[in-house]
């Protein structure tokens, strides 16, 4: 059993903890938090709880949460730290986890040198073998990653473009916006095609990313050069084939986000969550070598299985196939769905 410390329990570390623990070559040793709310009292149920230092320790104990000790208590517990803190905080605990000899998953909020590999399972899986540190791509590269990866892997590639219709926030946040404007990122590629590049390789990427008033998920419209000529029939099947992409259709209802996301909650999932892309059948359209499709990315847990895959790479555990095969099966992703 890989013991693993998750150190930042929100959005992301919350999924992936309960993630690691239905892993039957993984458990959880503690999680590590800063605030002392809803989500702390219901976590130490659970959990073991750690905090960054003695400051946040009598605040937790104030609201009744026992706390275990300090991050670096529960890192000296641990073989690997999944690091889920917000943006830019992964890359100063880095020194903290190379003092202390433990190796780290970091998230997609981090810049990409802050590991030794950028890492999307179906993408790179072999890159984070044996590594100690690694990236996990952020929401929207993971599911570029998937479904272009699954291209590159069986038609070739020549150039993608990527239009991303951003969440402005998550579920849970009602301090971030926009909540009425459209907020394109102003520079050409936005951040996500290079981050594209750091797992799929040196295939030529264009994106431009606008944020929008909306919470449920984010939304790509996807434009392929492929390197040879083939039909939209032969892409579906493609794509069906790959248990992390679900393809759907609007025809039965499933037009927008909300619709997607309400099926994903009547899946019966913990959270309602949806691992997988959902791409709309009907917008997978080829034209000689030019393809185009719309997906939609459910931010919140896309990234979660691959956090497990991740882990399993480092510590060689499996190889790509076994390892994606049993956190599907741990997650409940079965394939199939329409
Ligand atoms: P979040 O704000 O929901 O959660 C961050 C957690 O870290 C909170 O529990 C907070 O208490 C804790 N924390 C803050 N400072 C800390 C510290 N110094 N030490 C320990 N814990 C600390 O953040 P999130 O949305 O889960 O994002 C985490 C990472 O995952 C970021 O890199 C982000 O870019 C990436 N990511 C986020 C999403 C998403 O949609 N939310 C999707 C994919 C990747």
Known sequence: MIRVAVNGFGTIGRRVADAITLQDDMLVVGIAKTSPDYIAKLASVKYRIFVPDQKFMKEFEDKGIKVEGSVENMIEEAE??????PEGVGEKNLAIYKKKGVRAVFQGGEEADVAETS??????YDSALGKNYVRVVS?????????VSTLRDSIGVSKIYATLVRRATDQNDSKKGPINAVEPSLSFPSHHGPDLQ???GNIPVDTVAVKVPTTLMHVHVVNVDLQKETNSSKVIDLFSEKRRIFVTTGKDGKSSTAQI??????????RGDLFEIAVWKESIK???TRLN???AVHQESDVVPENVDAIRAMFELSDREGSIERTDRSLGIKGGMQ
């Not at 890492?119 to 790179?124: D, G, K, L, R």
């Not at 996301?261 to 913990?270: I, T, V, W």
């Open 80 to 85: 690997v730290v999944v690091d889920a803190t």
């Open 119 to 124: 890492f999307n399972a179906y993408a790179n």
């Open 139 to 147: 929401c929207n590269t993971t599911g570029l990653a998937r479904t």
């Open 198 to 200: 750091t797992v799929i």
């Open 261 to 270: 996301m309400d099926y994903a909650r009547e899946l019966g999932r913990p």
């Open 286 to 288: 080829v034209s000689g």
């Open 293 to 295: 499709f719309v997906q």
